[in-house]
Protein backbone atom coordinates (compact mmCIF):
# COMPACT_ATOMS: atom_id res chain seq x y z
CA UNK A 1 0.00 0.00 0.00
CA UNK A 2 1.09 3.31 -0.53
CA UNK A 3 2.49 5.24 2.37
CA UNK A 4 2.33 8.68 3.36
CA UNK A 5 5.64 11.24 5.11
CA UNK A 6 4.80 14.17 6.96
CA UNK A 7 7.02 16.19 9.79
CA UNK A 8 6.37 15.13 13.43
CA UNK A 9 5.63 19.12 14.27
CA UNK A 10 5.06 22.74 13.28
CA UNK A 11 4.65 26.17 14.81
CA UNK A 12 2.70 28.65 13.12
CA UNK A 13 1.82 32.03 14.56
CA UNK A 14 -1.70 33.28 15.08
CA UNK A 15 -2.82 34.75 12.33
CA UNK A 16 -0.40 34.00 9.88
CA UNK A 17 -0.71 31.36 7.04
CA UNK A 18 0.63 27.83 7.82
CA UNK A 19 1.92 25.12 4.95
CA UNK A 20 1.94 21.38 6.17
CA UNK A 21 3.55 19.36 3.12
CA UNK A 22 2.84 15.59 2.62
CA UNK A 23 5.33 13.46 0.70
CA UNK A 24 3.25 10.25 -0.96
CA UNK A 25 6.15 9.24 -3.73
CA UNK A 26 4.52 5.90 -4.13
CA UNK A 27 0.83 6.81 -4.93
CA UNK A 28 -1.19 5.36 -7.32
CA UNK A 29 -3.09 7.24 -10.28
CA UNK A 30 -6.56 6.34 -8.40
CA UNK A 31 -5.91 7.21 -4.81
CA UNK A 32 -7.18 9.96 -3.89
CA UNK A 33 -5.36 12.55 -1.54
CA UNK A 34 -7.35 13.61 2.04
CA UNK A 35 -6.65 15.34 4.96
CA UNK A 36 -8.01 15.69 8.44
CA UNK A 37 -7.50 17.10 11.65
CA UNK A 38 -8.15 15.59 15.18
CA UNK A 39 -8.85 18.08 17.95
CA UNK A 40 -7.14 16.38 21.60
CA UNK A 41 -9.91 13.44 22.56
CA UNK A 42 -11.76 13.15 19.94
CA UNK A 43 -12.06 11.35 16.77
CA UNK A 44 -10.32 12.26 13.36
CA UNK A 45 -12.34 15.44 11.63
CA UNK A 46 -12.49 16.06 7.46
CA UNK A 47 -10.84 18.94 6.26
CA UNK A 48 -10.04 18.53 2.64
CA UNK A 49 -9.38 16.41 -0.47
CA UNK A 50 -8.38 16.40 -4.11
CA UNK A 51 -7.21 13.99 -6.76
CA UNK A 52 -5.06 16.33 -9.42
CA UNK A 53 -6.17 20.24 -8.77
CA UNK A 54 -5.94 22.15 -6.53
CA UNK A 55 -8.42 22.32 -3.94
CA UNK A 56 -10.03 24.91 -1.93
CA UNK A 57 -13.14 25.22 0.84
CA UNK A 58 -13.90 27.28 3.51
CA UNK A 59 -11.51 25.72 6.00
CA UNK A 60 -8.52 25.10 3.96
CA UNK A 61 -6.28 25.01 0.33
CA UNK A 62 -4.87 22.08 -1.08
CA UNK A 63 -2.24 22.16 -3.19
CA UNK A 64 -1.22 18.75 -5.11
CA UNK A 65 2.17 18.51 -7.07
CA UNK A 66 1.97 18.40 -10.43
CA UNK A 67 3.61 14.39 -10.03
CA UNK A 68 1.04 14.18 -7.29
CA UNK A 69 4.06 12.62 -5.43
CA UNK A 70 3.39 15.28 -2.69
CA UNK A 71 0.99 17.57 -1.49
CA UNK A 72 0.48 20.89 0.79
CA UNK A 73 -2.27 21.81 2.93
CA UNK A 74 -2.58 25.46 3.58
CA UNK A 75 -4.32 27.28 6.53
CA UNK A 76 -4.56 30.49 5.33
CA UNK A 77 -4.73 32.39 9.03
CA UNK A 78 -3.96 29.98 11.86
CA UNK A 79 -6.08 30.77 14.87
CA UNK A 80 -5.05 29.06 18.20
CA UNK A 81 -8.44 26.49 17.75
CA UNK A 82 -6.32 25.32 14.64
CA UNK A 83 -3.72 23.61 17.00
CA UNK A 84 -4.33 19.96 16.05
CA UNK A 85 -2.77 16.95 14.49
CA UNK A 86 -3.03 17.20 10.79
CA UNK A 87 -3.48 13.48 8.87
CA UNK A 88 -2.26 13.32 5.31
CA UNK A 89 -4.12 10.32 4.15
CA UNK A 90 -4.70 8.16 0.63
CA UNK A 91 -7.84 6.57 0.21
CA UNK A 92 -6.73 3.90 -2.01
CA UNK A 93 -9.24 1.45 -3.91
CA UNK A 94 -8.49 -2.02 -3.94
CA UNK A 95 -10.71 -4.94 -5.90
CA UNK A 96 -13.00 -2.30 -6.24
CA UNK A 97 -13.39 -1.31 -2.20
CA UNK A 98 -11.82 1.92 -0.60
CA UNK A 99 -9.80 2.23 2.19
CA UNK A 100 -8.15 5.01 3.94
CA UNK A 101 -4.49 5.09 4.77
CA UNK A 102 -3.59 7.44 7.63
CA UNK A 103 -0.02 8.99 8.15
CA UNK A 104 1.55 9.43 11.60
CA UNK A 105 0.30 13.16 11.38
CA UNK A 106 1.87 16.56 12.07
CA UNK A 107 1.31 18.23 15.63
CA UNK A 108 0.75 21.86 14.63
CA UNK A 109 1.36 24.69 17.56
CA UNK A 110 -0.35 27.64 17.36
CA UNK A 111 1.44 30.59 19.09
CA UNK A 112 -0.61 33.70 20.48
CA UNK B 1 -22.93 15.38 13.28
CA UNK B 2 -22.79 12.73 12.29
CA UNK B 3 -25.23 9.75 13.72
CA UNK B 4 -22.19 7.31 15.11
CA UNK B 5 -21.66 5.65 18.34
CA UNK B 6 -19.06 3.41 19.67
CA UNK B 7 -19.72 1.36 22.95
CA UNK B 8 -17.80 1.17 25.65
CA UNK B 9 -16.23 4.25 25.57
CA UNK B 10 -13.94 2.83 28.26
CA UNK B 11 -13.27 -0.67 29.63
CA UNK B 12 -10.28 -2.51 31.56
CA UNK B 13 -10.06 -6.03 30.87
CA UNK B 14 -7.41 -9.07 31.91
CA UNK B 15 -4.86 -10.37 29.62
CA UNK B 16 -6.75 -13.81 27.58
CA UNK B 17 -10.55 -12.41 27.88
CA UNK B 18 -12.44 -12.18 24.85
CA UNK B 19 -13.67 -8.30 24.21
CA UNK B 20 -16.33 -7.00 21.84
CA UNK B 21 -16.62 -3.35 20.81
CA UNK B 22 -19.94 -2.02 19.14
CA UNK B 23 -19.83 0.90 16.49
CA UNK B 24 -23.14 1.68 15.65
CA UNK B 25 -24.62 4.24 13.14
CA UNK B 26 -27.90 5.72 11.53
CA UNK B 27 -26.71 7.04 8.99
CA UNK B 28 -27.18 4.12 5.97
CA UNK B 29 -23.91 4.73 4.98
CA UNK B 30 -21.81 1.32 3.62
CA UNK B 31 -18.55 1.76 4.35
CA UNK B 32 -17.57 1.21 8.31
CA UNK B 33 -13.78 1.23 9.67
CA UNK B 34 -12.34 -0.26 12.49
CA UNK B 35 -8.80 1.65 13.09
CA UNK B 36 -6.12 1.44 16.32
CA UNK B 37 -4.51 4.76 17.38
CA UNK B 38 -1.17 4.41 19.12
CA UNK B 39 1.67 7.06 20.41
CA UNK B 40 4.18 7.55 17.08
CA UNK B 41 1.91 5.55 14.95
CA UNK B 42 -1.16 7.55 13.38
CA UNK B 43 -4.57 5.79 12.96
CA UNK B 44 -3.91 1.92 11.56
CA UNK B 45 -6.47 0.31 9.66
CA UNK B 46 -8.03 -3.29 11.72
CA UNK B 47 -10.69 -4.30 9.09
CA UNK B 48 -12.88 -2.50 7.42
CA UNK B 49 -17.08 -3.86 5.76
CA UNK B 50 -18.20 -2.39 2.44
CA UNK B 51 -21.46 -4.43 3.24
CA UNK B 52 -23.49 -6.50 5.03
CA UNK B 53 -21.43 -9.51 5.38
CA UNK B 54 -19.05 -7.99 3.60
CA UNK B 55 -15.46 -7.09 5.46
CA UNK B 56 -11.55 -7.55 4.69
CA UNK B 57 -8.15 -6.55 6.30
CA UNK B 58 -6.20 -3.54 7.00
CA UNK B 59 -2.86 -3.57 7.84
CA UNK B 60 -3.58 -4.77 11.64
CA UNK B 61 -5.70 -7.54 11.33
CA UNK B 62 -3.94 -10.28 13.68
CA UNK B 63 -5.75 -11.20 16.75
CA UNK B 64 -8.69 -9.00 15.78
CA UNK B 65 -12.07 -10.46 13.61
CA UNK B 66 -14.91 -8.40 12.66
CA UNK B 67 -18.80 -8.98 11.80
CA UNK B 68 -21.60 -7.26 10.08
CA UNK B 69 -24.49 -8.84 10.32
CA UNK B 70 -26.93 -5.33 9.63
CA UNK B 71 -25.71 -2.05 7.93
CA UNK B 72 -25.80 -0.38 11.15
CA UNK B 73 -23.59 -2.17 13.00
CA UNK B 74 -19.69 -3.34 13.06
CA UNK B 75 -18.61 -5.02 15.59
CA UNK B 76 -14.68 -5.62 16.44
CA UNK B 77 -14.04 -8.44 18.37
CA UNK B 78 -10.75 -9.61 20.66
CA UNK B 79 -10.55 -13.24 20.40
CA UNK B 80 -8.08 -13.48 23.19
CA UNK B 81 -6.98 -9.94 24.41
CA UNK B 82 -3.10 -9.01 24.91
CA UNK B 83 -1.66 -6.02 26.43
CA UNK B 84 -0.56 -4.81 23.07
CA UNK B 85 -3.83 -4.23 22.38
CA UNK B 86 -4.12 -1.65 24.41
CA UNK B 87 -5.26 1.15 22.19
CA UNK B 88 -7.90 3.69 21.60
CA UNK B 89 -10.10 2.69 19.01
CA UNK B 90 -11.96 4.81 16.45
CA UNK B 91 -14.77 3.42 14.29
CA UNK B 92 -15.85 5.30 10.41
CA UNK B 93 -17.82 5.41 8.54
CA UNK B 94 -18.18 6.66 4.66
CA UNK B 95 -20.45 6.44 1.22
CA UNK B 96 -17.93 6.70 -1.37
CA UNK B 97 -20.93 5.92 -4.01
CA UNK B 98 -22.41 8.93 -3.71
CA UNK B 99 -18.89 10.67 -4.97
CA UNK B 100 -18.30 12.33 -1.35
CA UNK B 101 -14.96 10.81 -0.30
CA UNK B 102 -15.63 12.22 3.56
CA UNK B 103 -15.03 10.36 6.78
CA UNK B 104 -16.60 10.32 9.67
CA UNK B 105 -15.68 9.13 12.99
CA UNK B 106 -16.96 7.65 16.25
CA UNK B 107 -15.66 9.27 19.43
CA UNK B 108 -13.36 6.69 20.32
CA UNK B 109 -13.13 3.28 23.08
CA UNK B 110 -10.18 2.98 25.19
CA UNK B 111 -9.13 -0.01 25.96
CA UNK B 112 -6.54 -1.24 28.45
CA UNK B 113 -5.64 -4.77 28.53
CA UNK B 114 -3.71 -5.92 31.69
Known amino acids: DAKTTQPNSMESNEEEPVHLPCNHS???????IHWYRQLPSQGPEYVIH???SNVNNRMASLAIAEDRKSSTLILHRATLRDAAVYYC?????????????FGTGTRLKVLA | DAGITQSPRHKVTETGTPVTLRCHQT?????MYWYRQDPGHGLRLIHY???????DKGEVSDGYSVSRSKTEDFLLTLESATSSQTSVYFC?????????????FGPGTRLTVL
Open chain 2, 92 to 104: AISEPVTGWNEQF
Open chain 1, 26 to 32: TISGTDY
Open chain 1, 50 to 52: GLT
Open chain 1, 89 to 101: ILRTTTSGTYKYI
Open chain 2, 27 to 31: ENHRY
Open chain 2, 49 to 55: SYGVKDT
